[in-house]
């Protein structure tokens, strides 16, 4: 099979997720991150062709047309077979001063770069973080961790949408502790800039918090104005539309992975757009095999991700209390607090867990979970559970390993799982 990839930017094939761990120090150079060069790509027959921005599908012609960024010079290349995988963009909001230096967005390795350079660039150390997502939280570590005044400016009522604001609560607080301004409830209305040019502070309704350098989380998009344009199924968050096997719905010849699809959720039935990279290599993986010539599905996820703040770690799996409602589910929702390891035994931090369950069947909705060390990792507990459709019930006999430097007697997730079923109980 002859392949050819366009590839737009000057790397192929690496951890965005560890960018801001390359920002913070935590992976010492940039070149740790990259998966695959394209040499290496080169090497296994693939014809990558670096710095080549996509500009067209022609669908009914089965070509696309690229152009050169470096020269502006365009072709086209016809295919057979077709596979889209632009990612997702992230939300720059068209606002005075967003485009000065020291305001930085993060999303691909040459945004990292500029990103260093323009904290050796200036000799102040504030830094504001717009937006308290899973990027605004790791880059505020990043930047404490480069030995920043941080101040996070977020929107939303708590940090972490991904959660229930009563655990986006928590997470508050430990930030708080951690040094990190946090300013809730703050939409930003433009950038002011010095007399260098240079951005001089963020901008809100009420407020002015000074910066020598700003980034950028507010979240992403599905870059899909290439599938738009070319007439291709979009779902309601804008991501491209696709079948088990990952090709596009009703188009025989073209498929499509990663962050600019939608995928179906398994616990609430509807289609979400979910942006993260193990579902882009699950999709990837699928997509080859397919292609081709073999059989391979993707049936979905359960939105499990977990997250960390210096040494805070963030998880959730499943939906939020706003999710259930909005699919018309009954539910109870329990909240307990447990340790990570035996109380009595060297290490042991808090954690809260939260979980949801269906009222009358029982079935796991969701849990989220906030604390120290060991606490993370425990949600996918939640996920194995809720890619198995297992009840709150059927969860306390699960067989999980325990000793204490481990766990307590009880895991966290079977104690909340036991209230969870004390609570459907009393709610029949």
Request: proline letters at 4%; charged letters at 25%; glycine letters at 12%.
């Amino acid at each position: 099979m002859e392949i050819v990839a366009f590839e737009r930017g000057h790397f192929s094939s690496y951890s965005a997720c560890g960018i801001p761990y390359w920002v913070g120090g935590d992976v010492p150079e940039r070149d740790r991150l990259i998966a695959r060069s394209p040499e290496e790509h080169r090497a296994r027959d693939i014809d990558l062709r670096m710095r080549t921005e996509v500009v067209e599908i022609d669908v009914e012609g089965a070509r696309v047309r690229a152009r050169d960024v470096d020269s502006g010079v365009e072709s086209w290349t016809s295919y057979d077979k077709l596979v889209i995988a632009t990612g997702a963009r992230p939300i720059r909001p068209s606002l005075s001063g967003v485009d000065a230096p020291g305001v930085h967005g993060v999303q691909t390795l040459d945004d990292g770069q500029a990103l260093l350079d323009s904290l050796s660039a200036t000799e102040g150390r504030r830094a504001v973080v717009v937006g308290a997502g899973y990027i605004g939280v790791e880059m505020a570590e990043a930047l404490i961790n480069r030995g920043y005044e941080v101040t996070v400016v977020n929107r939303g009522k708590e940090p972490m949408s991904t959660l229930d604001p009563d655990m986006g609560r928590l997470v508050h607080k430990a930030m708080e502790g951690l040094g990190i301004i946090m300013v809730n409830d703050s939409e930003v209305t433009g950038f002011r800039t010095g007399d260098d040019g240079r951005v001089g502070a963020v901008v809100t309704a009420d407020a002015e918090y000074p910066a020598d350098v700003v980034v950028l989380g507010i979240g992403v998009r599905p870059e899909t104005e290439l599938a738009k344009a070319a007439g291709l199924p979009l779902g309601d968050r804008g991501g491209l539309l696709t079948d088990l096997s990952m090709r596009v719905r009703g188009h025989e010849n073209i498929w499509a992975g990663g962050d600019c699809v939608e995928v179906l959720d398994l616990v609430s039935g509807r289609e979400r757009h979910i942006p993260l990279g193990t579902h882009a290599n699950k999709h990837g993986q699928i997509i080859g095999a397919n292609v081709g010539g073999g059989y391979a599905t993707f049936p979905g996820v359960v939105g499990t991700a977990v997250s960390k703040v210096c040494d805070l770690e963030i998880a959730r799996t499943g939906l939020r209390e706003k999710d259930a409602r909005r699919v018309g589910l009954q539910f109870e929702t329990v909240t307990i607090e447990s340790t990570s390891r035996a109380g009595y035994y060297p290490g042991s931090a808090p954690m809260t867990v939260k979980m949801l369950a269906e009222r009358r069947t029982g079935r796991l909705l969701g849990v989220q979970i906030v604390g120290r060390e060991g606490a993370g990792k425990r949600v996918d507990i939640a996920a194995v559970a809720l890619t198995a459709g297992m009840t709150v019930e059927q969860m306390t006999s699960l067989d999980l390993g325990y000793a204490p430097p481990f766990s307590p007697v009880w895991d966290p997730i079977l104690v909340a799982a036991r209230k969870a079923v004390a609570a459907i109980r009393s709610s029949v």
